[in-house]
């Protein structure tokens, strides 16, 4: 994160890009459950039809959050490990990485509530998508207007 290291720049730019991209078709996807696109006729627009097919949006949602998660780990690690002497969370860093933690553990809820042999009660089914979805908007949210206030993640000691 020196000034020296002529790769923390472009690593910097790898996660950056990896985590939007991540997070664009996470939300797209993660949408995509809802039948919003093929009711409002989004999926009607050419190229788009995979949009309404429930299938194909879930599989490509798993695929992003094992992304999200391994670029989750590798950012935790290399700030852990390497950059904590040099580098502290600002309160917006906090607040996506707290929001970050609740969409991880309850996604994970949602998976394995999709296991055949798991069974949890209706109220619990409800409440867990609901919170997943408004965690979901949160950290969208929480996002935009980071990047609007040009807010960064962490800032250096």
Request: with cysteine.
């Amino acid at each position: 994160m020196s000034e020296k290291d002529p790769d923390a720049g472009s690593l910097s730019r790898w996660v950056a890009v990896s985590y939007i991209l991540v997070l664009f078709f996470m939300a797209l996807t993660g949408f995509g459950q809802m039948p919003i696109y093929n009711r409002y006729y989004m999926s009607d627009i050419p190229g788009l039809g995979w949009l309404a097919d429930f299938y194909i949006t879930r599989n490509i949602h798993y695929v992003g959050a094992v992304m999200m998660i391994g670029l989750s780990f590798y950012v935790a690690f290399d700030f852990i490990l390497s950059k904590r002497p040099h580098v502290k969370l600002n309160p917006s860093g906090w607040a996506r990485a707290v929001l970050l933690t609740a969409i991880g553990i309850s996604g994970v809820l949602v998976v394995i509530k999709n296991f055949p042999y798991v069974h949890f009660s209706d109220g619990f089914i409800i409440v867990l998508d609901l919170f997943h979805l408004t965690v979901a908007v949160a950290l969208l949210t929480t996002n935009l207007v980071c990047l609007i206030a040009k807010k960064k993640w962490a800032t250096a000691r």
